[in-house]
């Protein structure tokens, strides 16, 4: 089944406490991104890749890192969690002249 | 950075009517355009996706797209419980694959 998976679904965890959410997608996709979610605010693009080794800022990149070593995985690294970054996250793929991103489940984090 | 509105809601319909949703978007160079459904605690699925002016249709959905107003929207004929849900408007321009996205507008449909 073709897919984006996430993990892990949800996480607690305290201020500066480095931590990473993983995203794999099995499309063969050239693009991936990150978002976040908050109420009121819609889906706000945090990082994304073109390709392997190619990634760039998105609109609320801050506080967050990314990398693409392999195609098919592009984790988000959180190197010092902060309670703003509380949110729901979504990792998307596309195929290059894809016309839409495949989602994955999300991940609810939390941050105390 | 692009921009991309919509009706902020929530909407409420009884069941069967239509439900009509609004979007407009800030950047002229603008070329698709897609309206995603998220249920609670969900991840977003695509319903729609419209590039030319006028209007699209898919079963009960239909989607409307005026560039020369920069304004996308969706309508929802013989609206369902199971319809209830937030939709998101994502906008993209031509030759980038980013998507921008709106804020949403939840509708909840009345039995």
């Known amino acids: 089944e073709a897919q984006v998976t996430q993990n892990p679904r949800y996480l607690i965890t305290v201020t500066g406490k480095k931590l990473t959410v993983t995203c794999s997608q099995n499309?063969?996709?050239?693009?991936m991104s990150w978002y976040r979610q908050d109420p009121g605010l819609g889906l706000r693009q945090i990082y994304y890749s073109m390709n392997v080794e190619v990634t760039d800022k998105g609109d609320v990149p801050e506080g967050y890192k990314v990398s693409r070593k392999e195609k098919r995985n592009f984790p988000l690294i959180l190197e010092s969690p902060s309670p703003n970054q509380t949110s729901l996250y979504f990792c998307a793929s596309s195929t290059k002249t894809g016309s839409f991103y495949t989602f994955g489940s999300g991940t609810r984090l939390t941050v105390v | 950075q692009k921009e991309v509105e919509q009706n902020s809601g929530p909407l409420s319909v009884p069941e069967g009517a239509i439900a009509s949703l609004n979007c407009t978007y800030s950047d002229r160079g603008s070329q698709s355009f897609f309206w995603y459904r998220q249920y609670s605690g969900k991840s977003p699925e695509l319903i729609m996706s419209i590039y030319s002016n006028g209007d699209k249709e898919d079963g009960r959905f239909t989607a409307q797209l005026n560039k020369a107003s920069q304004y996308v929207s969706l309508l929802i004929r013989d609206s369902q419980p199971s319809d209830s849900a937030t939709y998101l408007c994502a906008v993209r321009e031509g030759g980038d694959y980013k998507l921008s996205f709106g804020a949403g507008t939840t509708v909840t449909v009345r039995a």
């Open positions: 499309m063969n996709h050239e693009y």
